[in-house]
Each structure stands twice: as structure tokens, then as C-alpha cells.
């Protein structure tokens, strides 16, 4: 059952759109998991009480938002995919079906989820891994720890693969579409995470720039990073490649055809998905507030938007039941 104050702030898509959605859930964790001690004091909800009440309030945001593909960050299992489901289920008939592919963060025990009322034609994980630095790595450009230096932080490890992603193959309206969900490392700021991340992205390119060859492509996430093609609300400029990898490809593996941005369509104002407590005083301001989540889709796909938004509809606050990220919506026609 959707609260009445997220119906009233519900959004509704047009009869013939079809609605995606990028959220990080926050650590929706139902089933113990020790490594991260969570539900408990390894995450923000630190009962099995508070995990549920957690999981109530995303699924009553993604009831409100209604959407017909959602990929979510942060999740743990199937168990709390076909939840998340269930619970945000409405009177619409529109049902929601959950799919999964276990990642390998053994530390976090973190996963990337799929739900969506499309059939999906099949589902796997890329575990191919890339070398860092790539080339022409910006990571050390506004840092005081170099690449060499960072590269020495990492104990020797010289490749990097991505945890947690998956690739989905489905059709819309006749169109065969790849969907690439991810989860890259996170600190946006931190040569030494900067290194692995432009690596991780490096894979998903990869991959996408062979999808470009026969498919459409939807590449939805929580990316860790900023786009300095499209500034956030804050202006936050990314010291990496990630997002210029992702869109277009690598060096050495230019795509044929550009992934953009769907943030395009919402102004820079509105422009932010994820709340940073940086003075630690628990009250969220709007020097806080960046963009890591991302949607990026192929020219074809992009030319069939007709609406984008960040769905600002709650506070963030560290009292709060939802999550420190807010959902990107992008409906297309």
C-alpha cells in the first residue's frame, strides 16, 4: 500500500511510455549478512526492525514512481528483489518481476537487481577485468597521490573487473535493447579508487561497444562519479574518465555510436541523486547533494525520451527510512 503523501507526489507516465528507473536502495539487506554485519552496526539500518521499515519506505517510493524497468544498487538477494516487487505491486495490473545475477563483493555482500514487467531474454555478468591506469588517466590530475602511487597502494594489483553489474537482453517495441546495470567503487575524489573505477568502466565499454554492433543501449547506475558534460546542481567535476569511457568508449575502442546522458533533459537546478553528509551534522543542505547515479542510453533510445527527472520527494536526513540516494527517472516513447 503507497502512503497517501507518495501518491500525491506519485508521477504518472503517458499510456504509451515506458518508464526506467535508477535507484541505490541503501544497504535493502532483510537476511543477515555477517562480513558486513548488516542489519546491524555495519549499515545504516541496525535491526532487523529498521531493515524492514526500510524496505516498506523504497517500496512504497517505487509503487509511487511506478516504473517499467528498474535497476537497483545496494541490494542483497533475490529475497529482497521478489519483496521489493511484491510490496510495491499496485491496483494498476502492471507487475514488476525480479531478476539477478550474484556479484563477487564478498566484503560488502552488495548487488545490482533487476526488476522490470518486460520478459527478459537472457541475463549474465561480465567478469572480464582491465588494466590500470588506462590510457591517458586523468586520476592524478587534482590529487596529491599519484597513479604510480596509488598503483603502489594496491598492493600490486595492476587489473580491475566490476563486482557488481550485470547485462540484460529484452525488446521494446520491436527494438532488441541491452541493458547494462552497474555498481562501480565508490569516493569520487580518490585517485587510488579513480585508477580502478576508470578500469571498471573500461569493461563495461567494452562490452557495450559489441552490443552497439547488433542492440540498442541502456546503461543505468550508480557510477561513483561525476559527468563534466553534465555538471550536477553543485558543479562537482570528476578528477577520472568514467563517465567520458562509458559514453565513448575507450581509446584504444571508440563506439560507432555515442551513449548520452538522459540528465540532459533536467536542468542543472534539479540535477542531483545522492546525499554526502560532509559536516556531519545529520541536516542535509544543498552544498551536499552530487550526481553518481547515471542513465546513458544509445542515440536511438535517447531520441525517445519525453520526460527526465530526479524524484526529489523526500528529505534526506540520517533519521531517515529511504535511502541517501534519490531515483532518476527517465520515461520514453
Known amino acids: 500500500m503507497v502512503p497517501l503523501l507518495l501518491l500525491l507526489l506519485s508521477v504518472a507516465t503517458g499510456c504509451d511510455a515506458f518508464r526506467v528507473m535508477q535507484y541505490n536502495v541503501e544497504w535493502l539487506f532483510l537476511d543477515y549478512y555477517s562480513p558486513a554485519d548488516c542489519p546491524g552496526q555495519g549499515c545504516t539500518w541496525t535491526d532487523a526492525d529498521r531493515a524492514e521499515t526500510h524496505m516498506t519506505a523504497v517500496a512504497d517510493i517505487v509503487g509511487a514512481v511506478r516504473p517499467d524497468l528498474l535497476n537497483i544498487c545496494e541490494v542483497e538477494g533475490m529475497h529482497e528483489i521478489d519483496t521489493l516487487a511484491q510490496l510495491s505491486r499496485d491496483d494498476s495490473g502492471k507487475a514488476l518481476h525480479g531478476h539477478f545475477v550474484k556479484g563477487t563483493d564478498s566484503s560488502t555482500g552488495q548487488n545490482v537487481g533487476l526488476l522490470t514487467s518486460l520478459p527478459v531474454l537472457d541475463m549474465y555478468r561480465l567478469d572480464g577485468r582491465a588494466a590500470f591506469p588506462v590510457p591517458g588517466s586523468t586520476c592524478a590530475t587534482v590529487s596529491a597521490i599519484d597513479v604510480a602511487g596509488a598503483t603502489k597502494q594496491l598492493r600490486g594489483a595492476s587489473d580491475e573487473g566490476v563486482s557488481k553489474n550485470y547485462v540484460a537482453k529484452i525488446q521494446w517495441m520491436g527494438v532488441d535493447v541491452t541493458v547494462f546495470g552497474a555498481h562501480l567503487l565508490a569516493y569520487p575524489d580518490r585517485s ?15 562490452a557495450v561497444a559489441d552490443a552497439l ?13 561525476y559527468d563534466a558534460e553534465v ?97 532518476l527517472v527517465v520515461d520514453l516513447v
Open 192 to 206: 587510488d579508487r579513480c585508477v580502478k573505477r576508470e578500469a571498471q568502466a573500461a569493461v563495461l565499454a567494452d
Open 213 to 225: 554492433k547488433t542492440s540498442e543501449v541502456l546503461l543505468l547506475g550508480d557510477l561513483n562519479d
Open 231 to 327: 555538471p550536477d546542481k553543485n558543479n562537482n567535476q570528476p578528477i577520472s574518465l568514467v563517465l567520458d569511457i562509458l559514453k565513448n568508449g575507450t581509446a584504444e575502442r571508440p563506439y560507432d555510436r555515442v551513449l548520452r546522458s538522459a540528465a540532459e533533459w533536467v536542468g542543472q537546478g534539479d540535477r542531483y541523486s545522492d546525499w554526502w553528509d560532509k559536516n556531519g551534522d545529520c541536516a542535509a543542505e544543498d552544498g551536499e547533494m552530487g550526481a553518481i547515479d547515471h542513465v546513458l542510453l544509445s542515440p536511438a533510445l535517447f531520441d525517445r525520451i519525453d520526460d527526465v527527472f530526479f524524484y526529489h520527494a523526500y528529505t534526506e536526513s540520517c533519521d531517515r527510512n529511504t535511502s541517501d540516494h534519490y531515483p
